[in-house]
Protein backbone atom coordinates (compact mmCIF):
# COMPACT_ATOMS: atom_id res chain seq x y z
CA UNK A 1 0.00 0.00 0.00
CA UNK A 2 1.76 2.97 -0.61
CA UNK A 3 2.11 5.97 2.16
CA UNK A 4 3.09 9.19 1.71
CA UNK A 5 6.58 9.33 3.24
CA UNK A 6 7.04 11.70 6.62
CA UNK A 7 8.63 14.36 5.50
CA UNK A 8 6.89 15.07 2.77
CA UNK A 9 3.92 14.65 5.52
CA UNK A 10 5.08 17.48 7.59
CA UNK A 11 6.37 20.16 4.94
CA UNK A 12 3.37 20.47 2.38
CA UNK A 13 -0.35 20.24 2.39
CA UNK A 14 -2.67 18.09 0.31
CA UNK A 15 -3.74 19.29 -2.63
CA UNK A 16 -5.76 16.42 -4.23
CA UNK A 17 -4.59 13.48 -6.50
CA UNK A 18 -4.68 12.64 -9.93
CA UNK A 19 -5.29 9.34 -11.61
CA UNK A 20 -1.65 8.52 -10.66
CA UNK A 21 -0.18 11.20 -8.45
CA UNK A 22 -0.66 13.10 -5.07
CA UNK A 23 -0.32 16.78 -6.07
CA UNK A 24 0.92 18.36 -2.62
CA UNK A 25 1.49 22.31 -2.01
CA UNK A 26 4.86 22.86 -0.46
CA UNK A 27 4.14 25.06 2.90
CA UNK A 28 7.26 27.29 1.87
CA UNK A 29 5.04 30.59 0.22
CA UNK A 30 7.79 32.15 -0.64
CA UNK A 31 6.94 30.51 -4.41
CA UNK A 32 3.68 28.69 -5.62
CA UNK A 33 5.52 25.24 -5.12
CA UNK A 34 3.44 21.97 -6.45
CA UNK A 35 4.84 18.42 -5.38
CA UNK A 36 3.37 15.60 -7.80
CA UNK A 37 4.03 12.17 -5.93
CA UNK A 38 3.00 8.88 -7.62
CA UNK A 39 1.01 6.61 -5.58
CA UNK A 40 3.49 3.56 -5.70
CA UNK A 41 5.21 1.70 -3.03
CA UNK A 42 9.16 2.37 -2.71
CA UNK A 43 9.98 3.45 -5.53
CA UNK A 44 12.83 6.36 -5.79
CA UNK A 45 13.39 6.95 -9.39
CA UNK A 46 11.30 8.17 -12.75
CA UNK A 47 12.78 5.29 -14.55
CA UNK A 48 11.63 2.80 -11.94
CA UNK A 49 8.35 2.96 -12.61
CA UNK A 50 6.71 1.18 -15.11
CA UNK A 51 6.62 2.97 -19.09
CA UNK A 52 2.88 3.25 -18.76
CA UNK A 53 3.30 5.08 -15.42
CA UNK A 54 5.85 7.57 -16.53
CA UNK A 55 3.75 8.42 -19.37
CA UNK A 56 0.74 9.26 -16.91
CA UNK A 57 3.04 11.19 -14.99
CA UNK A 58 5.02 13.33 -17.71
CA UNK A 59 0.90 13.66 -18.27
CA UNK A 60 -0.24 15.14 -14.94
CA UNK A 61 3.08 16.60 -15.35
CA UNK A 62 2.67 18.94 -18.10
CA UNK A 63 -0.99 19.32 -17.00
CA UNK A 64 -0.27 20.56 -13.45
CA UNK A 65 2.22 23.04 -15.22
CA UNK A 66 -0.10 24.23 -17.64
CA UNK A 67 -2.60 25.33 -14.50
CA UNK A 68 0.21 26.53 -12.83
CA UNK A 69 0.88 28.76 -15.72
CA UNK A 70 -2.56 30.12 -16.49
CA UNK A 71 -3.06 30.52 -12.61
CA UNK A 72 0.39 32.33 -11.54
CA UNK A 73 1.92 33.51 -14.76
CA UNK A 74 5.33 32.75 -14.24
CA UNK A 75 8.49 33.69 -16.72
CA UNK A 76 9.47 29.96 -16.30
CA UNK A 77 8.40 26.68 -14.48
CA UNK A 78 11.50 24.59 -12.70
CA UNK A 79 10.46 20.94 -12.73
CA UNK A 80 12.63 18.62 -10.95
CA UNK A 81 13.03 14.97 -9.68
CA UNK A 82 16.15 15.44 -6.81
CA UNK A 83 15.30 13.09 -3.86
CA UNK A 84 18.88 12.93 -2.51
CA UNK A 85 17.32 14.15 0.93
CA UNK A 86 13.71 12.61 1.00
CA UNK A 87 13.97 8.90 -0.65
CA UNK A 88 10.25 8.69 -2.01
CA UNK A 89 9.93 9.73 -5.86
CA UNK A 90 8.41 13.20 -6.03
CA UNK A 91 8.50 15.56 -8.44
CA UNK A 92 8.87 19.58 -7.78
CA UNK A 93 7.06 22.20 -9.75
CA UNK A 94 7.84 25.95 -9.15
CA UNK A 95 6.64 28.87 -10.43
CA UNK A 96 9.29 31.07 -11.04
CA UNK A 97 9.59 35.01 -11.36
CA UNK A 98 11.92 37.65 -11.49
CA UNK A 99 10.85 38.94 -8.09
CA UNK A 100 11.52 35.28 -6.47
CA UNK A 101 13.66 35.80 -3.55
CA UNK A 102 15.86 32.61 -5.32
CA UNK A 103 15.67 34.30 -9.37
CA UNK A 104 17.62 33.45 -10.99
CA UNK A 105 19.42 30.48 -9.09
CA UNK A 106 17.49 27.16 -8.11
CA UNK A 107 15.04 27.54 -4.97
CA UNK A 108 16.55 24.91 -2.93
CA UNK A 109 18.23 25.97 0.33
CA UNK A 110 18.20 30.24 -1.06
CA UNK A 111 15.92 31.47 1.38
CA UNK A 112 14.27 31.52 4.79
CA UNK A 113 10.67 29.38 4.32
CA UNK A 114 8.10 31.48 4.83
CA UNK A 115 4.49 30.22 6.23
CA UNK A 116 1.26 31.31 4.51
CA UNK A 117 -1.43 33.16 6.55
CA UNK A 118 -4.64 31.00 6.60
CA UNK A 119 -6.12 33.28 4.34
CA UNK A 120 -3.54 33.17 1.87
CA UNK A 121 -3.48 29.78 1.99
CA UNK A 122 -7.46 28.81 1.30
CA UNK A 123 -7.23 31.08 -1.30
CA UNK A 124 -4.57 29.03 -2.83
CA UNK A 125 -5.86 25.74 -2.20
CA UNK A 126 -9.45 27.01 -3.68
CA UNK A 127 -8.07 28.00 -6.60
CA UNK A 128 -5.65 24.97 -7.47
CA UNK A 129 -9.30 23.06 -6.74
CA UNK A 130 -11.32 25.02 -9.06
CA UNK A 131 -8.35 24.62 -11.80
CA UNK A 132 -7.15 21.41 -11.51
CA UNK A 133 -9.99 19.57 -13.84
CA UNK A 134 -8.27 16.89 -16.11
CA UNK A 135 -6.30 13.79 -15.83
CA UNK A 136 -8.97 12.30 -13.11
CA UNK A 137 -8.80 15.06 -10.73
CA UNK A 138 -10.23 14.42 -7.06
CA UNK A 139 -9.57 17.86 -4.35
CA UNK A 140 -8.53 16.83 -1.29
CA UNK A 141 -10.55 17.72 1.86
CA UNK A 142 -9.54 15.44 4.64
CA UNK A 143 -8.37 16.41 8.50
CA UNK A 144 -4.82 15.87 9.48
CA UNK A 145 -5.34 12.02 10.47
CA UNK A 146 -6.09 11.47 6.60
CA UNK A 147 -3.22 12.88 5.38
CA UNK A 148 -1.44 10.70 3.47
CA UNK A 149 -3.73 7.59 3.20
CA UNK A 150 -6.68 7.53 0.79
CA UNK A 151 -9.30 9.18 2.60
CA UNK A 152 -10.59 12.59 2.53
CA UNK A 153 -10.36 12.95 -1.88
CA UNK A 154 -13.33 14.09 -3.78
CA UNK A 155 -14.34 14.65 -7.34
CA UNK A 156 -15.57 18.40 -7.84
CA UNK B 1 15.57 24.93 -38.06
CA UNK B 2 16.83 23.44 -34.45
CA UNK B 3 19.68 24.88 -33.45
CA UNK B 4 21.89 24.54 -30.07
CA UNK B 5 21.64 27.83 -27.79
CA UNK B 6 25.60 29.17 -27.72
CA UNK B 7 25.38 28.56 -23.34
CA UNK B 8 24.43 25.09 -23.58
CA UNK B 9 27.15 24.63 -26.98
CA UNK B 10 30.10 26.81 -24.80
CA UNK B 11 29.29 24.42 -21.21
CA UNK B 12 28.77 21.12 -23.02
CA UNK B 13 30.50 18.27 -25.31
CA UNK B 14 27.84 16.56 -27.86
CA UNK B 15 28.08 12.82 -27.07
CA UNK B 16 25.37 12.24 -29.35
CA UNK B 17 21.29 12.35 -30.41
CA UNK B 18 18.06 10.52 -29.56
CA UNK B 19 15.17 10.60 -31.99
CA UNK B 20 14.26 13.58 -30.43
CA UNK B 21 16.78 15.18 -27.92
CA UNK B 22 20.36 16.17 -28.55
CA UNK B 23 22.33 14.60 -25.66
CA UNK B 24 25.41 16.73 -23.77
CA UNK B 25 28.03 16.04 -21.96
CA UNK B 26 28.53 18.81 -19.27
CA UNK B 27 32.12 20.02 -19.02
CA UNK B 28 31.74 20.42 -14.78
CA UNK B 29 33.87 17.00 -14.15
CA UNK B 30 32.63 16.73 -10.85
CA UNK B 31 29.78 15.12 -11.39
CA UNK B 32 28.75 12.63 -14.25
CA UNK B 33 26.18 15.06 -15.83
CA UNK B 34 24.36 14.94 -19.05
CA UNK B 35 21.83 17.24 -20.87
CA UNK B 36 19.06 16.38 -23.00
CA UNK B 37 18.11 19.20 -25.55
CA UNK B 38 15.00 18.68 -27.15
CA UNK B 39 15.67 18.84 -31.24
CA UNK B 40 12.96 21.33 -31.49
CA UNK B 41 12.56 25.09 -32.13
CA UNK B 42 12.27 27.81 -29.35
CA UNK B 43 10.31 25.99 -27.04
CA UNK B 44 11.21 26.44 -23.21
CA UNK B 45 8.59 24.37 -21.20
CA UNK B 46 8.08 20.91 -20.98
CA UNK B 47 4.71 20.87 -21.47
CA UNK B 48 5.00 23.48 -24.93
CA UNK B 49 6.01 20.26 -26.91
CA UNK B 50 3.57 18.34 -28.05
CA UNK B 51 2.48 14.85 -26.60
CA UNK B 52 3.83 12.71 -28.96
CA UNK B 53 7.62 14.66 -27.97
CA UNK B 54 6.86 14.80 -24.27
CA UNK B 55 6.20 10.76 -24.09
CA UNK B 56 8.89 11.03 -26.58
CA UNK B 57 11.33 12.99 -24.04
CA UNK B 58 10.07 11.04 -20.92
CA UNK B 59 10.89 7.20 -22.79
CA UNK B 60 14.53 8.91 -23.88
CA UNK B 61 15.34 10.55 -20.27
CA UNK B 62 14.43 6.87 -18.52
CA UNK B 63 16.41 5.68 -21.30
CA UNK B 64 19.55 7.77 -20.46
CA UNK B 65 18.99 7.26 -16.47
CA UNK B 66 19.17 3.71 -16.44
CA UNK B 67 22.23 3.58 -18.67
CA UNK B 68 23.84 6.30 -16.10
CA UNK B 69 22.45 3.91 -13.74
CA UNK B 70 24.27 1.14 -14.89
CA UNK B 71 27.56 2.77 -15.79
CA UNK B 72 28.22 4.94 -12.24
CA UNK B 73 26.10 3.44 -9.89
CA UNK B 74 24.94 6.55 -8.10
CA UNK B 75 23.37 6.80 -5.31
CA UNK B 76 20.47 9.07 -6.98
CA UNK B 77 19.87 10.38 -10.32
CA UNK B 78 18.84 14.30 -10.07
CA UNK B 79 16.60 14.84 -12.64
CA UNK B 80 15.69 18.88 -13.51
CA UNK B 81 14.50 21.01 -16.35
CA UNK B 82 15.33 24.78 -14.50
CA UNK B 83 16.31 27.19 -17.47
CA UNK B 84 15.99 29.86 -15.77
CA UNK B 85 19.06 31.21 -17.67
CA UNK B 86 19.00 29.51 -20.57
CA UNK B 87 16.34 29.80 -22.56
CA UNK B 88 16.49 26.76 -24.50
CA UNK B 89 14.56 23.64 -22.94
CA UNK B 90 17.11 20.88 -21.50
CA UNK B 91 17.03 18.19 -19.18
CA UNK B 92 19.86 17.73 -16.99
CA UNK B 93 20.38 14.17 -15.56
CA UNK B 94 22.99 14.09 -13.22
CA UNK B 95 24.60 10.99 -11.37
CA UNK B 96 24.68 12.21 -7.91
CA UNK B 97 27.36 10.34 -4.67
CA UNK B 98 27.45 10.41 -1.21
CA UNK B 99 31.23 11.59 -2.00
CA UNK B 100 30.36 13.85 -4.35
CA UNK B 101 31.14 18.56 -3.83
CA UNK B 102 27.43 19.16 -3.57
CA UNK B 103 25.93 16.17 -1.81
CA UNK B 104 23.02 16.13 -0.51
CA UNK B 105 22.62 19.62 -2.16
CA UNK B 106 21.38 20.23 -5.94
CA UNK B 107 25.17 20.95 -7.77
CA UNK B 108 23.75 24.02 -9.75
CA UNK B 109 26.16 27.04 -7.75
CA UNK B 110 27.18 24.61 -5.18
CA UNK B 111 31.20 24.53 -6.14
CA UNK B 112 34.26 25.20 -8.92
CA UNK B 113 33.63 23.71 -12.06
CA UNK B 114 36.60 20.68 -12.68
CA UNK B 115 37.80 19.99 -15.97
CA UNK B 116 37.74 16.91 -17.50
CA UNK B 117 41.41 15.91 -18.53
CA UNK B 118 41.48 14.71 -22.22
CA UNK B 119 42.21 11.11 -21.39
CA UNK B 120 39.11 11.61 -18.71
CA UNK B 121 36.67 12.84 -21.42
CA UNK B 122 37.65 10.58 -24.39
CA UNK B 123 36.90 7.39 -21.59
CA UNK B 124 33.89 8.98 -20.39
CA UNK B 125 32.77 9.60 -23.88
CA UNK B 126 33.37 5.90 -25.66
CA UNK B 127 31.78 4.48 -22.83
CA UNK B 128 28.83 6.52 -22.76
CA UNK B 129 29.16 6.02 -26.66
CA UNK B 130 29.29 2.31 -26.32
CA UNK B 131 26.10 1.79 -23.64
CA UNK B 132 23.51 4.20 -25.24
CA UNK B 133 21.73 2.13 -27.74
CA UNK B 134 18.38 2.04 -27.97
CA UNK B 135 15.89 5.32 -28.84
CA UNK B 136 17.52 5.71 -32.17
CA UNK B 137 20.87 6.45 -30.67
CA UNK B 138 23.32 8.06 -32.70
CA UNK B 139 26.96 9.12 -31.19
CA UNK B 140 28.63 12.39 -32.41
CA UNK B 141 32.18 12.33 -34.20
CA UNK B 142 32.30 16.04 -35.61
CA UNK B 143 34.33 18.75 -35.56
CA UNK B 144 33.98 21.99 -33.05
CA UNK B 145 32.21 23.45 -36.63
CA UNK B 146 29.67 20.93 -36.40
CA UNK B 147 28.40 21.45 -33.35
CA UNK B 148 25.15 22.09 -32.75
CA UNK B 149 24.00 21.34 -36.49
CA UNK B 150 22.88 17.99 -37.93
CA UNK B 151 26.24 16.87 -38.93
CA UNK B 152 28.64 14.41 -37.46
CA UNK B 153 26.17 11.89 -35.99
CA UNK B 154 26.74 8.31 -36.76
CA UNK B 155 25.12 4.93 -35.94
CA UNK B 156 27.56 2.55 -34.22
Not at 5 to 31: E, M, W
Not at 62 to 81: D, F, G, Q, R
Not at 99 to 113: F, L, R, S, V
Not at 129 to 149: I, K, P, R, Y
Request: hydrophobic content about 35%; some cysteine; overall charge negative.
Amino acid sequence: MFELHPDLQRDCYTVGQFKLSLILLHKDANYPWLILVPKRQKVREIHHLSEEDQIQLIKESSHLSEVMTSIYAPVKMNIAALGNVVPQLHVHHIARFKEDPAWPKPIWGATEQKEYSPEELEKRLERLHSSLVGEDFQAWCGTEEDAGSNQGFFTP
